[in-house]
């Protein structure tokens, strides 16, 4: 089997998850290839992400590691025999890997959750707001490249649009209702279509006023999404050029307890609704 030249953030999960396992069982990668009868660098591999795993290798893996986690297992064995090639696969070598890796992983979520400061999460955004946010950075992006990235975030919106759609919450601050990132149209259009969005059944928005008591929880924008099971949720605190995966269960858990704060400071989804009917009169 051809190793892999650039693993996907899902095939790289699977290999965590992996790795993971091995290293609870107490075996080294030397002695788990003993007992699969396999060489110590196809342990490396599977680990890596280089090389996938077949369900009778990975099941073997797992009983090798004293692995009981039947839905574990189950969730894993879907993750090695899953061969999507998505829409996103379009845009290999056109943009940046990580946008690849959002997508992908948007594609395979239960769920979404964000938590957004001073932009529109990028679910809801319309394509002329995507355009203003993407055209303020700086370096400037080439125009080509720039109607690519718009176009990525437009097809995003599938898992919320889509024949499948999935539950989506996001609770945003009042300062990014308020910030004009493009022109007046612009933010009169996308607050009108927040508040399209937010009557769907599957889709809840909440808002942080300003002078909302006890927000605290968090500094910066942060992305939950659902795993098949609760172990393999993946996390995200937004860099201005990048996102990093969070994984690891010690992590999830403290992005799940922001999230948690930061629903309980925000208003219901009644009341967010009416605030964001009362901003859009004001512009």
């Keep these: 089997m ?50 996938g795993v077949s369900e009778k290798r990975l099941r073997r893996l797992a009983a090798n590691y004293s692995c009981t986690d039947e839905e574990l297992i189950r969730a894993l064995v879907a993750m090695a025999k899953d061969r999507t090639r998505g829409w996103w696969e379009e845009y290999r070598e056109l943009l940046p890997t990580p946008f690849l890796d959002l997508a992908e992983l948007e594609h395979h979520a239960t769920y979404r959750r964000d938590v957004e400061l001073l932009f529109i999460p990028g679910l809801l955004q319309t394509e002329d707001y995507a355009r203003a946010a993407f055209s303020s950075r700086v370096p400037e992006i080439p125009e080509d490249e720039l109607e690519l990235r718009i176009r990525h975030r437009m097809q995003r919106k599938a898992i919320l649009e889509g024949p499948s759609p999935i539950p989506y919450e996001a609770v945003i601050h009042e300062a990014a209702l308020r910030i004009r990132v493009g022109d007046h149209a612009t933010a009169v259009a996308q607050l009108a279509r927040v508040l399209e969005l937010s009557e769907a059944d599957h889709i809840t928005v909440r808002v942080i006023p300003f002078d909302m008591d006890g927000f605290g929880a968090t500094w910066s924008p942060m992305m939950l999404a659902g795993g098949a099971i609760p172990r393999l949720d993946t996390a995200a605190r937004d860099a201005p050029d990048s996102t990093g995966f969070i994984d690891s269960e010690a992590q999830l858990d403290v992005l799940r307890t922001l999230f948690r704060r930061v629903e309980a400071a925000s208003l219901d989804p009644t009341r967010s609704r009416d605030f964001i009917h009362r901003l859009a009169k004001e512009l």
Excluded: F, H, K, N
Aim: no cysteine; charged share 25%.
């Design 2 to 51: 051809a190793l892999r030249s650039e693993p996907t953030a899902r095939q790289m999960r699977l290999a965590m998850e992996l790795r993971r396992l091995r290293d609870a069982s107490g075996l080294s990668a030397r002695e788990a290839a003993t007992l699969l009868g396999v060489s110590s660098a196809q342990i490396s591999q599977i680990e890596t992400g280089l090389t």
